[in-house]
């Protein structure tokens, strides 16, 4: 049983590139969420899906799209990456909106 | 804004000793809280919640106590070891997902 899975698990890019983040449950949840988290600043909400066919934004959803591609699959997308979106980046699960998360490994971006 | 903040950003313990985190919410209508535990590396892993009718909950070794009263919540660990070493948040329930605290980083020297 997997769990979360985010790919990749590194990745660093050039100011201006674009890129997208793969995120996959298998725990049949209904809600996905991506997080970035920073040296001092906790984890904080980009965007989240509380279930398939919806998209919200959360609280730094500046230069980031989403796409919930099905129950499984939440994609985090980057057009045109900054330095300051150097941050190590988590996708979560849950069955609802405020019930337990479970967590990704982590994607660890920098952008030069 | 509702906040969830943390006591301490650092707790430095003994191996042995218990150890007891702290974090205070901001939002009344909170009532699901949660303990993660994240290590270096590694993204955040469940420990123990408790719903808002509870005042106590135990697990293997860790305990969380809620006071409603003054908004606060603590984590507390027995016989602390250095595999307990990581990063600690406490996360409540919002309006329409978990806030998550900035995280208290227990060190614990053999």
């Known amino acids: 049983n997997a769990g979360v899975t985010q790919t990749p698990k590194f990745q660093v890019l050039k100011t201006g590139q674009s890129m997208t983040l793969q995120c996959a449950q298998d725990?049949?949840?209904?809600?996905m969420y991506w997080y970035r988290q920073d040296p001092g600043m906790g984890l904080r909400l980009i965007y989240y899906s509380a279930s398939e066919g919806t998209t919200d934004k959360g609280e730094v959803p500046n230069g980031y799209n989403v796409s919930r591609l099905n129950k499984r699959e939440f994609s985090l997308r980057l057009e045109s990456a900054a330095p300051s979106q150097t941050s190590v980046y988590f996708c979560a699960s849950s069955a609802g909106t405020v019930g337990l998360l479970f967590f990704g490994s982590g994607t660890q971006l920098s952008v030069l | 804004g509702e906040s969830v903040g943390l006591h301490l950003p650092t707790l430095s313990v003994q191996e042995g000793d218990n150890s007891i985190i702290n974090c205070a919410y901001s939002n009344s209508a909170s009532d699901y809280f949660i303990w993660y535990k994240q290590e270096s590396g590694k993204g955040p892993q469940f420990i123990i919640d408790?719903?808002?009718?509870?005042d106590k909950r135990q697990g293997q070794r860790v305990t969380v106590l809620l006071n409603k009263t003054v908004k606060h919540l603590s984590l507390q660990i027995a016989a602390t070891q250095p595999g307990d070493s990581a990063v600690y948040f406490c996360?409540?329930?919002?309006?329409?997902?978990?806030?998550f605290g900035k995280g208290t980083m227990l060190l614990v020297s053999p």
């Open positions: 408790i719903r808002s009718n509870m």
């Open positions: 996360a409540s329930s919002g309006y329409s997902t978990l806030t």
């Open positions: 725990m049949n949840h209904n809600s």
